[in-house]
């Protein structure tokens, strides 16, 4: 194990700067558990995308991120590519310093640095899924490791990514109270799917390889990051009250059995809006405002990443 060459890429920015603060620190704890490795920076956006991409034709055999949700996103995002192209791809492991820490949570991950590091040093590599939507501003299509939402998910989504001096569940949490206070309207939508077909009107639609958004709110409790499947909850058209008391069940995870709430898993998923109006984040990254279609699909076993076996 001792030849093996290993990159960390490191996002200084990731939880607003404090990241930065705890460099030597994290270095240091892992170099203790004997992972030697070489450092690099983030220096812009997509800067984490194309260092990932890069990994297989420099001959790293282990990929770490000390970083957050976005910072994984657009390391997924590269590593997928370098997929695309053939490449034999690193095992990717994970140091969460951001302030949601959604994907890491659903893979298992400590939340401490010390112990995220005692599991890579373990270098065990597991069967990790990721997910894929084409549509809106990416025909091409883009990759995602936590979860899609669609709706009222998105547009809370979009109003936290703003909040310079709010982090983490608080983000999401005001964001929810700016939405609530307009509460848009639902969208029109057929969502079709092998487990669920849906004709209706739809305030909400998450599409989750993890458990949790938004640092506190799990929209799909029972998710496994290596099933092969992506899990669905999806609401349908409810009043501000309603949509208040299911985001305080979403806390819990207890949403599933509620009315005008669907759930289920699908691999492959297809929702059309005809007349528009669908807003969709993809890991927090906005992938549409105002949307006609997407296709959704679960790429079962994509990567290989150090986390907990079950």
Known sequence: MSNRKTLLIYNATACKGKAGERKAEIEAILRSRGLEHETRMTEAVWHAAELARACPDEGFDELLV?????TMNEVVNGLMLART????????????????????????????VEE???LIAGRIGMPLD?????????????????????GFDARVGFEAAKMKKVRGSAAYTFGALKIFASFPAPVAVHFHSEALDFEGSCHQISIMNGCRMGGAYYMAPGALVDDGLLNLCIVGDVNRFQ?????MRYTKGSQEG?????MAKAASISIEAPKGGLA??????????????????CRAAALSAYKPGR
């Open 66 to 70: 000390a970083g957050g949700d976005g």
């Open 85 to 112: 192209e053939g490449k034999k791809l690193p095992t990717l492991g994970i140091i969460p310093v951001g302030r949601g820490n959604d994907f890491s949570h659903g893979m298992g991950v400590p939340g401490s």
């Open 116 to 118: 995220a590091a005692d």
């Open 130 to 150: 990721i997910g894929f939507v084409r549509g809106g501003d990416y025909p091409e299509g883009r990759y995602f490791g936590n979860g899609l939402g669609v």
């Open 243 to 247: 949509m208040a008391a299911l985001i």
């Open 258 to 262: 509620q009315p005008k709430v669907m």
């Open 280 to 297: 969709v984040h993809a890991d927090g990254e906005t992938i549409c405002t105002d949307g006609h279609s997407i296709v959704v699909e």
